[in-house]
């Protein structure tokens, strides 16, 4: 119980809506969101979507990191080969957002 309120509350001080729940919650939270702030929440996820995966790629060997950033960003739909917008995607980088978000908690 205290973790997930020291997480929201991590999750409200960097701008994005309480992530402790059901991640579809979420979802629903971001959509019903006036556009501004959708637009602003995406960024943010997105942000740290991609810093969850060069984390997740530091833990690899040196000569799969770049394969394995290539398959995580194309599963978040982050990158060149980034196509329209799916909610699939929106749940990935939350669920990535979140994990990055409990790492730097842990430190």
């Known amino acids: 119980m205290r973790d997930s309120i020291l ?9 994005l809506p309480p992530m402790s729940g059901n991640v579809l919650d979420v979802v629903q ?5 006036n556009p501004t702030a959708r637009r602003k929440i995406s960024r943010k996820l997105k942000k740290l979507a991609k810093s969850e995966i ?4 530091l833990k690899v060997p040196h000569f799969q990191q770049k ?11 982050i990158g060149p080969q980034k196509t329209g917008f799916r909610k699939r995607d929106l749940v990935q980088r939350i669920i990535m957002a979140c994990d990055f ?6 430190k």
């Open 54 to 57: 060069t984390r997740r790629c």
């Open 101 to 106: 978000i409990n790492y730097t908690l842990e």
């Open 7 to 15: 997480f929201d509350i991590e999750c409200l001080e960097r701008g």
């Open 67 to 77: 394969a394995l950033q290539e398959r995580l960003k194309a599963h978040a739909n």
């Open 29 to 33: 939270m971001v959509m019903s969101s």
